[in-house]
T-cell receptor, first 114, second 112 residues
């Protein structure tokens, strides 16, 4: 079974530019999550999709971040325009439906804003 | 919202010794507590989890304990090996929700 895959693995952009991160969950997983780890701090929740619907987006930092999951398969997270404080590692995770299913993480995208 | 605190932030042990990482949580409605291990440059991997109806769970050299009254849970690694070196994250999830709140991580170094 293929795990959660994320692309790119590393992105370096300048402040003010736009970046789009992609996540392909494990096949059949309805739940998809985005998390972020900034500068050695905790892994912080950004948002949660159930299929194509945003179930919880309480962790999204501001309106420069836009997440989509059209068709309920892969998801994208766009940052526009990027700011210095957006640097960090962005993780995607997925899980099956049902209570207390474990979340499986991808390798993350390391985003560096210059 | 939920707040998870994790200690220590770094931990060095000699190979063969035990390592203990402690976490506390604030939301009494949390009922699921996973632990993740993240090796350098790799993805966080679920290594063990415990639900609130259980006080202790063991899997080979790894064990977790949960004290619901005190809102404490801990990870115990016995007979540590160099390959146990990694960052360990505790986490908590509230019943009925999918969002997981993580601790700040513990960098474990096992010295051969």
């Amino acid at each position: 079974e293929a795990g959660v895959t994320q692309f790119p693995s590393h992105s370096v952009i300048e402040k003010g530019q736009t970046v789009t991160l992609r996540c392909d969950p494990i096949s059949g997983h309805d739940n998809l999550y985005w998390y972020r780890r900034v500068m050695g701090k905790e892994i912080k929740f950004l948002l949660h999709f159930v299929k194509e619907s945003k179930q919880d987006e309480s962790g999204m930092p501001n309106n420069r971040f836009l997440a989509e999951r059209t068709g309920g398969t892969y998801s994208t997270l766009k940052v526009q325009p990027a700011e210095l404080e957006d640097s960090g590692v962005y993780f995607c995770a997925s899980s099956q439906s049902g209570g207390n299913q474990p979340q499986h993480f991808g390798d993350g995208t390391r985003l560096s804003i210059l | 919202g939920e707040n998870v605190e994790q200690h220590p932030s770094t931990l060095s042990v000699q190979e063969g010794d035990s390592a203990v990482i402690k976490c506390t949580y604030s939301d009494s409605a949390s009922n699921y507590f996973p632990w993740y291990k993240q090796e350098l440059g790799k993805r966080p991997q679920l290594i063990i989890d415990i639900r609130s109806n259980v006080g202790e769970k063991k899997d080979q050299r790894i064990a977790v304990t949960l004290n619901k009254t005190a809102k404490h849970f801990s990870l115990h690694i016995t007979e540590t090996q160099p390959e146990d070196s990694a960052v360990y994250f505790c986490a908590a999830r509230r019943g009925g929700y999918q969002k997981v709140t993580f601790g700040t991580g513990t960098k474990l170094q096992v010295i051969p």
